[in-house]
């Protein structure tokens, strides 16, 4: 049933945005965005552009180089511009996975250990994302419970770290079921493989990786004349990015915008947080979207061609 959950995930958006805009005037936003600060827009589109789409690239190669499997930047810029598209369509961020079995087609990696790759990806965003909103919470006065906070950035670092926590996640696995043993190890294999030295670089990446929104929707709502305080956007477009990776709708669209009017509420009018948001939405989400389309049949082409008629291989090498 992918389809259907698709097909929610696109009326969950439709419906959100739909309800802000019978509450808000349309034309309004419409007026505001059309006359926001252009340079800043381009600006914020540049940013998008070499962030989503090279440094994650750079990011997701170099992880994949610490499980000693050395692909060239070119192929691993395809494939992840080449899925970029296929987000709208398969749900639940299922569209990853693609990526992972991409690798096995085409370079006899195993799965499961490329999605541990991806695993860790995402295991790095959530940690930066931490980090990031605990310094926010520190520099302002905003009244949100820090525990939380340092507890998930304690226990993510330590399993990140810690080859006996990994250890305990596999014993765990394996007393479910034996395979499951086998399974959880290759699962985490990034986790306990990646040296110390390469897991601290890919931090630091992790970190420019999810500033670069946070600087971008700062540059967007200036953009916009909304007065926002540099350190309040790293307390909430944190959780706007965390709440957005809920798969229940599409690219976020919808729960952004409302996230935003509701969260930064008190330095401008709903008009002009909505008009922020669509172009957060745009600009950080749907542009890299577009722009992965011209490479969407090569990636498909990974699946359906054999390894001598893939023109991707051609272009690559």
Not at 95 to 107: N, T, V
Not at 264 to 276: D, K, N
Request: net charge positive; aromatic share 12%.
């Amino acid at each position: 049933m992918p389809w259907m959950k698709t097909a929610i995930a696109f009326a969950v958006s439709a419906s959100i945005l739909w309800i802000l805009f019978k509450r808000i005037d349309a034309g309004k936003v419409v007026y505001l965005i059309a006359n926001s600060n252009f340079t800043l827009i381009i600006l914020a589109i540049f940013i998008s552009l070499s962030v989503n789409i090279f440094l994650g690239a750079v990011k997701w190669r170099s992880i994949l180089s610490g499980l000693k499997y050395n692909l060239s930047f070119r192929e691993v810029f395809y494939i992840r511009s080449g899925c970029l598209p296929l987000k709208v369509i398969f749900p639940l961020k299922s569209s990853e996975l693609l990526k992972a079995f991409y690798l096995k087609r085409r370079d006899r990696i195993p799965a499961a250990r490329a999605v541990s790759s991806i695993v860790l990806d995402k295991t790095l965003n959530i940690l930066t994302l931490m980090i990031i909103f605990l310094i926010g919470l520190f520099a302002t006065k905003i009244a949100l419970p820090r525990v939380f906070a340092l507890s998930a950035l304690l226990l993510i670092t330590l399993f990140l770290f810690s080859t006996s926590a990994q250890g305990i996640v596999t014993k765990i696995a394996g007393s479910m079921h034996p395979k499951m043993r086998e399974l959880s190890a290759a699962l985490l294999s990034a986790f306990s493989e990646i040296k110390i030295k390469k897991k601290l670089y890919l931090i630091v990446l992790s970190f420019v990786y999810q500033m670069s929104e946070i600087v971008n929707v700062y540059i967007l709502f200036r953009a916009m004349s909304i007065p926002v305080p540099f350190v309040e956007t790293l307390v909430f477009v944190p959780l706007i990015i965390i709440v957005n990776n809920i798969p229940i709708t599409t690219l976020g669209l919808g729960t952004r915008e409302g996230l935003v009017i509701l969260l930064f509420r008190q330095y401008g009018p709903a008009s002009a947080l909505l008009g922020a948001g669509i172009l957060v939405s745009f600009i950080e989400h749907v542009i890299p979207v577009l722009f992965g389309l011209f490479f969407v049949r090569y990636f498909i082409g990974g699946f359906t061609e054999s390894e001598k008629r893939i023109p991707c291989k051609e272009i690559l090498f």
